[in-house]
């Protein structure tokens, strides 16, 4: 295919709620451009866009697709995102090499969750947005009631562009306020035929029009002045005041579509190749490396790429897909990995769009393409032509998991082949997480949602043949002692031959810092252990007349960590426990390190059942983004779940709730916060520190693992 310059290049993601239509727009923009002779749809499961398995089923994206179309010169890379939060990763990765973000709204539904969320994700990145109000054509769409929405959720600087004429089943015409004409369609769509604007719209399409201009006037100081001085602005000035606009995030434009019927949609493309910044644009909030480096999309720079999605393809395997930052790069280009200083070559170039591939002979700066068989570098690595360059691209900062699941495979001996499954995943898709817990003896997963680790679940048990299930995690506790506490322990084996022999005396006081040691029994010495699950053990020799030799405190030592690595009462980790060494016996012949072990080990165990144990839990910092209207729902339901409110903050139309809560009482946060609140909430979590349980909850606790131990035995 041609390659195209970085100045003919636009990027844009399509982004917005489920349902709002954005596959849709992505077949009839690649319709108009030629890529395809006839426009697929999400129900006949025949779009470019949804072509995977999981989509297929269920009717919706679950993973962004790269595509392109070229039209009247330039090529448009388009970047299709899921609807659904739990698929959030997709977006963020995707707004991260898109120069503009189009927010696609359903306007029989106006603003919805997925607006909320679109407007959210672009803000954080300073990402310029379009609104594309679609599917005018139904019976219950309201174009002035989602305007309307729109405005009062995202404020003034929401400027419509167009207006349609006929909202409704007869849809077929919108008025144009940048050429002051009417779009009048066919039933087909297509082309439109251009018309003046009839007489009864005239004066609302020109009292638009001076509100739109005004808007723009004010994305520039030099503009403003124009714009008082002469009452207009040039069509120069006009454009330069959009593309500003745009770029600084003071001015929305908002346009009008029926995807489906392919109306409105060259006219939005013939705007985004118009109006929306090329890669290299000067105006733009340039991405950059780690040290601060502005990347400007310059060709003459060294080659740098960044892959921001890998994605597996039956028959081809991983594909990776990269915008070229900087420079530019073609076939066989022998480069490096500047993540992991390892050596890279792009054996094969392409211009995707789906799952068809179009061969490209280079990608130049500001361009996205794809690749296959790199050896090491996965979603968020820069690959260099330059080598040994710790200067890498800003990575994407992908939300941690609002949902922690344990796994386990229905047929014990599927346990190998999931979990290189679910690390495989891990491999494409960095909002999803593995880990085997030598704590909680677990495989733990992470997701956005449940409906994210449902879709992984499909994925592996029809794509890999592995079924498996989800279960709640086990908690980390730890346990810890409140009082001192004495014990001596004798171990005595007598089994012909040499025997074991060991007798320890101890005493335990729990751990604080800063604290001092206890004069009952002086120090000989002191040894301080910061333990790897949090907290000290702190080891102090208090033997006098060489009652134990030197050479066994090490055994004891171990002995004692073997019990603080499976606690007494529940098995879990304890930590912060000060214990003395003060007396004890050896045999001339027995004694031996074993036998010290063992008794060290029961003397902690006994001295620490005596010493007033209690559990800690886990509990975190929460942080709910919530509407006002749904505060007093997540409240409650926050405080039925033991939580601390530790204070409440505005930001923008939604209200942050801060509170401490205990890690137990968050399975499945996540879909009971979508309940509440219809979806319009967010949350983030955070692990703040360990914390007594309540004296119902250790009764609870010590007797399932009672049960539990009974059970094994």
């Known amino acids: 295919m041609k390659v195209y310059q970085t100045s003919e290049i636009r990027n844009i993601a399509l982004v917005g709620g489920a349902k709002a239509g954005k596959t849709t727009l992505a077949e009839s923009m690649l319709f108009e451009g030629g890529l395809i002779n006839r426009r697929g749809s999400v129900d006949d499961g025949n779009t470019v866009s949804d072509y995977r398995d999981i989509e297929l089923e269920r009717g919706n994206s679950v993973s962004s697709t790269v595509m392109y179309s070229e ?15 739990d698929f959030v990763g997709e977006v963020i990765a995707a707004l991260k090499v898109i120069e503009t973000g189009v927010v696609v709204i359903n306007a029989q539904n106006g603003v919805e969750v997925g607006t909320e969320i679109a407007w959210r994700n672009t803000s954080k990145l300073e990402t310029p947005i379009i609104f ?17 929405q729109l405005k009062a959720q995202f404020g003034s600087g929401i400027t419509p562009c167009q207006f349609p004429v006929n909202v409704g089943l007869s849809f077929n015409a919108i008025i144009d306020l940048l050429m002051m004409k009417m779009l009048k369609y066919s039933e087909n769509g297509g082309k439109p035929e251009i018309l003046d604007i009839p007489a009864d719209l005239k004066a609302k399409a020109e009292e638009m029009q001076a509100t739109m201009i005004e808007e723009l006037a004010s994305a520039d100081e030099e503009l403003m002045e124009q714009f008082f001085e002469n009452g207009a602005l040039t069509e120069e000035q006009i454009a330069k005041g959009m593309k500003l606009g745009l770029i600084n995030r003071t001015f929305f434009p908002v346009f009008c579509i029926n995807a489906k019927h392919n109306m409105g949609v060259s006219r939005l493309m013939q705007f985004i190749n118009a109006s929306v910044p090329a890669p290299n644009d000067p105006s733009l909030h340039f991405k950059k490396t780690t040290k601060g480096k502005e990347l400007k999309c310059d060709v003459k720079n060294p080659p740098v790429l960044f892959v921001f999605k890998t994605g597996m393809e039956q028959h081809l395997g991983e594909v990776s897909f990269f915008k070229v930052f900087d420079g530019e790069v073609a076939e066989s280009a022998d480069m490096y990995n500047s993540t992991t200083d390892t050596k890279e070559r792009i054996t094969q170039l392409y211009a995707v769009y789906g799952k068809n591939r179009e061969k490209m002979d ?24 330059v080598k040994n360059t710790e200067d890498i691209v800003e990575p994407i900062a992908f939300p941690a998991p609002k949902i922690l699941m344990a796994v386990k495979a229905k047929n014990s001996t599927d346990d190998e082949k999931l979990n290189a499954a679910l690390v495989a995943k891990y491999r494409i898709d960095p909002t999803f997480t593995v880990e085997l817990s030598k704590e909680l003896k677990q495989m733990i997963v992470g997701g956005q949602g449940e409906l994210h680790l449902n879709i992984v679940k499909w994925q592996i048990e029809n794509l890999e043949k592995v079924a498996y299930e989800y279960f709640a995690p086990k908690i980390p506790y730890r346990e810890t002692i409140t009082k001192k506490a004495k014990a001596m322990y004798r171990h005595k084996k007598q089994s012909g031959g040499a025997g074991q022999f060991g007798e320890v005396h101890m005493m335990i006081e729990p751990y604080v810092e800063g604290m001092s040691w206890t004069t009952e029994f002086p120090v000989r010495g002191s040894d301080e252990y910061p333990l790897e699950w949090g907290g000290k053990l702190v080891l102090n020799n208090c033997i006098v007349g060489g009652a134990i030799d030197a050479r066994f405190i090490p055994a004891i030592l171990k002995g004692i960590m073997e019990k603080m690595e499976e606690g007494p009462l529940t098995g879990s980790y304890a930590r912060d426990v000060v214990v003395y060494i003060y007396d004890g016996k050896m045999h001339p012949v027995d004694s031996n390190e074993m036998a010290f072990k063992l008794a060290g080990r029961n003397a902690f165990r006994m001295s620490f059942q005596d010493a007033a144990p209690k559990i800690l ?4 910092n929460v942080e709910v983004l919530v509407p006002e209207d749904k505060m007093g729902d997540v409240m409650t339901d926050l405080q039925g779940r033991r939580a601390v409110i530790m204070g409440m903050d505005s930001e923008g139309n939604y209200q942050k709730i801060k509170a401490q809560v205990p890690l137990a009482e968050m399975n499945r946060y996540s879909t009971s916060l979508s309940s509440i609140t219809s979806g319009r909430a967010m949350y983030s979590l955070e692990f703040a520190q360990y914390a007594q349980v309540p004296g119902d909850v250790q009764t609870k606790l010590l007797e399932e693992y009672a049960a539990q131990q009974k059970e094994e035995d």
């Open 362 to 385: 280079k990608a130049v700066a500001g361009d996205i393409a794809g690749t296959i068989k790199l050896k090491n570098s996965k979603t968020n690595t820069t690959i260099s032509g």
């Open 617 to 620: 839990e886990p509990i975190y």
């Open 132 to 148: 594309a109000i679609n599917h005018l054509e139904h019976e219950k769409s309201n174009f002035d009631e989602t305007l309307r």
């Open 71 to 85: 039209f009247e010169g330039k090529k448009i890379n388009i970047i299709d995102t899921p609807g659904f939060d």
